[in-house]
């Protein structure tokens, strides 16, 4: 089993949509989480920080966090053209190797106007 | 603003050349990483460093090499560039406890 799973899409919704992006993952030693836009032939873009479980919002943004299921989420509201791109997860624990970075493989979202 | 900066977006190099990719960050970051991404796998790290002179390996450490010589430079080294190196690279820097990990623009290398 992968460490972290992120369905690839590719996503395509219209402007305006909810958009629900997810990853699930195996170590439960993982406590930070984040979320990541990349736009095409650009650097990832840090979008979204949580700690251990929760939510945390930010403008059209919310991440979910249930360390029960292992599981993580990426809401957009109101999606628009400018959100298409690839959104990856990534993840870390808090232990000996705290500075490395687990990640998905990314979804490509498109929003059409 | 924080900023991670590679010194190129673009390269072009031959087969078996010394190749040289720079990061720079100037957040005063402990952890500084290079991971290289190709469609289908994700992003893979290369190496990665948690201090001026020391280096980890990550997943993909063949043919890679690394150099920290002041905190706020990290250096990738392909010794003798392949085809098969062709990619796009990513450098990133975090501190040393907490999430946040920050990413440059990336560097495509095309090897010939």
């Known amino acids: 089993q992968k460490e972290v799973e992120q369905d690839p899409g590719p996503l395509s919704v219209p402007e305006g949509a909810i958009v629900s992006l997810n990853c699930t993952y195996s170590?439960?030693?993982?406590?930070?989480f984040m979320w990541y836009r990349q736009y095409s032939r650009k650097g990832p873009e840090l979008l979204m920080y949580?700690?251990?479980?929760g939510n945390k919002e930010d403008g059209r943004f919310t991440a979910q966090v249930d360390k029960s299921s292992k599981y993580i989420s990426l809401f957009i509201r109101d999606s628009q053209p400018s959100d298409s791109a690839t959104y990856l997860c990534?993840?870390?624990?808090?232990?000996?190797?705290?500075?490395?970075?687990?990640f998905g493989k990314g979804t490509l979202l498109t929003v059409n106007p | 603003d924080v900023k991670v900066t590679q010194s190129s977006r673009y390269l072009v190099k031959r087969t078996g050349e010394k190749v040289f990719l720079e990061c720079v960050q100037d957040?005063?970051?402990?952890?500084m990483f290079w991971y290289r991404q190709d469609p289908g796998l994700g992003l893979r790290l290369i190496y990665f460093?948690?201090?001026?002179?020391?280096?980890e390996k990550g997943d993909i450490p063949e043919g890679y090499s690394v150099s920290r010589e002041k905190k706020e430079r990290f250096s990738l080294i392909l010794e003798s560039a392949s085809t098969n190196q062709t990619s796009m690279y990513l450098c990133?820097?975090?501190?040393?406890?907490?999430?946040?990990?920050?990413f440059g623009q990336g560097t495509r290398l095309t090897v010939v």
């Open positions: 170590n439960s030693a993982f406590q930070y």
């Open positions: 990534a993840m870390r624990n808090s232990g000996g190797s705290n500075y490395k970075l687990t």
């Open positions: 460093s948690y201090d001026v002179k020391m280096k």
């Open positions: 949580t700690y251990s479980s």
């Open positions: 957040m005063d970051h402990e952890n």
């Open positions: 990133a820097s975090s501190p040393p406890v907490g999430g946040e990990a920050f």
